[in-house]
Nanobody, 125 residues
Framework: QVQLVESGGGSVQAGGSLRLSCSAS????????LGWFRQANGKEREGVAS????????HYSDSVKGRFTISRDNAKNILYLQMDNLEPEDTAMYYC??????????????????WGQGTQVTVSS
């Protein structure tokens, strides 16, 4: 079973930046969608960004478009989420995930089957 491990979370002031990383215990083929999700206290988990390495497609939620960038280092098998111009509303636990089956890519949590344990991001005003 592939395991995903997130890192890079922390506490920053509004306007700051963080880069999250997600390492996989085994190589993930480029036919699986890889995504970042977040869940704030008392709220549902929401999709933030995803990428389909096979063709380079990327998806972003409206709330982070233009501020967050998802990327993958295929050689290192690491998924990244560069977060710039952070806002207090970005405070949440962030999770990386792998698509449930090859071919699908989007921001619907139900279509992802493999999850990391999460890394906390806290943005203060």
């Amino acid at each position: 079973q592939v395991q995903l491990v997130e890192s890079g979370g922390g506490s920053v002031q509004a306007g700051g930046s963080l880069r999250l990383s997600c390492s996989a215990s085994e190589f993930i083929t480029n036919t699986y969608c890889l995504g970042w999700f977040r869940q704030a206290n008392g709220k549902e988990r929401e999709g933030v960004a995803s990428t389909y390495p096979y063709n380079g497609d990327k998806h972003y939620s409206d709330s982070v478009k233009g501020r967050f960038t998802i990327s993958r280092d295929n050689a290192k098998n690491i998924l990244y989420l560069q977060m710039d111009n952070l806002e207090p509303e970005d405070t949440a636990m962030y999770y990386c995930a792998r698509g449930r089956k090859p071919g699908y890519c989007g921001l619907t949590a139900g279509n992802f089957a493999l999850w990391g344990q999460g890394t906390q991001v806290t943005v203060s005003s």
